[in-house]
């Protein structure tokens, strides 16, 4: 069969496609972006997105100043106001939430207590901390928003990437993100029919772009063009599409991250179905990390973007031809060998039962098996070490 003829077969209604979105992983990250940000974080394409976090770098400035030269100022008229003069400055900056909890960190003063304190016991508080602060300078983000605000104040060495910069970078494999190019804002899983349909209108509801005033989330997906992987046990073409999701806080409330894999769905809530072969990079923003980010995080993301799925289907194939059990003993003594308690290996071998209607024999098969008990663990790290072991399998076969 060829690639069309089984495109064709596989496609359902509104041109969609049949997927198996009860294997694999399932990750949850862009779900729970998805549920949290209201509607101002959400951009319907990524132009849209970089003027935004682009225009509020424009309005920015950021500068090593002293610890010990910023002065605190408590408002007499308002016990509950705060300010920082800083050196060549005219005026007061007020600090945000986030920056007024870094400065307190900065010096070693509880942020949560803080806050509960009047201003003017606040300020003596924070006065002190940067008179001793053994550091001696701090690196500030400010903004003119109307008014000057404090968006961030870090340590002199911290490695500002700004959000604008990874947007930057998206767009040039991604262009607008909304199928200008392969890559967009993905299609919606209809669960009662096991279609995928990739052609659904970005809107509010459907966007995973986002950006707040503390970070920036894109989740990007090459649904129009569905990669056949192996076969079912009906017969039908396993079929998957690329995906990446990127991260990144110019502010310091989170690393800068991609992270790479096959999928084969998406559903409404934005969960991730039936992932496969995840990678992962994250930069911390120490000195080097501007550095660390154009040598390896970019070029990362453009290679797995024009690289070829052959090492993938490669992959697959490779770990449902490995056959390791050929019988019940063979199966525990696989599982056990890798660390499986008694009671994981009945598990394993009872979901790939269940599932595919047979015991697991390739290593394909136990790695399908451990990522379906791992989607029903609702501890994170119980999860994650399921799927991490998973994964290892299934480069080791690769």
């Given amino acids: 069969m060829t690639q069309v003829e089984f495109l064709d077969a596989a496609r359902g209604h509104d ?13 949850g990250r862009v779900s729970s972006e998805w549920f949290s940000r209201p509607a101002d974080e959400r951009y319907l394409s990524l132009s849209e997105l970089f003027a935004a976090v682009y225009g509020r770098t424009e309005r920015s400035r950021t500068r090593t100043v002293e610890s010990a030269a910023i002065r605190v100022e408590a408002r007499r008229d308002d016990s509950e106001k705060l300010a920082l003069l800083l050196p060549g400055s005219d005026a007061p900056i007020a600090p945000t939430h986030w920056s007024f909890g870094q400065l307190a960190s900065l010096v070693g003063a509880p942020a949560t207590y803080l806050r509960q304190l009047p201003a003017s016991l606040v300020g003596i508080n924070l006065q002190y901390g940067l008179s001793a602060h053994r550091a001696e ?26 959000d604008h910069e990874l947007v930057s970078a998206v767009q040039r494999i991604a262009g607008d993100g909304t199928g200008d190019t392969g890559w967009k804002v993905p299609g919606v899983l209809d669960w009662s029919m096991g279609i995928y349909n990739p052609n659904v209108d970005v809107t509010q509801d459907t966007t995973t772009l986002y950006a707040s005033d503390r970070d920036v989330f894109l989740f990007l997906v090459d649904d129009m063009n569905p990669i056949e992987a192996g076969r079912l046990p009906d017969g039908s073409p396993d079929l998957f599409f690329r995906g990446f999701y990127c991260w990144n806080s110019e502010v310091g409330a989170k690393t800068l991250g991609i992270a790479s894999f096959y999928l084969r769905a998406v559903c409404q809530n934005r969960n991730l179905w039936g992932v496969e072969d995840f990678e992962e990079i994250t930069i911390r923003h120490s000195k080097y990390a501007a550095s660390r980010f154009a040598h390896e995080a970019v070029p990362a993301l453009t290679r797995f973007a024009n690289s070829s799925p052959m090492p993938f289907i490669n992959g697959v194939k490779a770990a449902r031809e490995r056959i390791v059990a050929h019988n019940d003993d063979d199966r525990a003594e696989f599982l056990r060998k890798r660390g499986f308690s008694k009671v994981e290996t009945a598990k394993i071998i009872e979901t790939v039962l269940t599932e595919e209607g047979r015991k697991p024999e390739s290593v394909f098969d136990f790695v399908q098996g451990i990522t379906a008990i791992a989607r029903r663990k609702t501890h994170q790290d119980a999860r994650l070490d399921l799927e991490t072991r998973a994964k290892k399998l299934f480069d080791r076969a690769a």
């Avoid at 969609?16 to 694999?24: F, L, Q, T």
């Fill in 15 to 27: 041109g969609g496609y049949k997927v198996d979105a009860s294997r694999g992983a399932r990750i």
């Fill in 137 to 162: 300078q701090v690196k500030t983000l400010e903004i003119e928003n109307g008014r000057v605000e404090l968006r961030a104040v870090t340590g002199p060495d911290y490695g500002r990437i700004f």
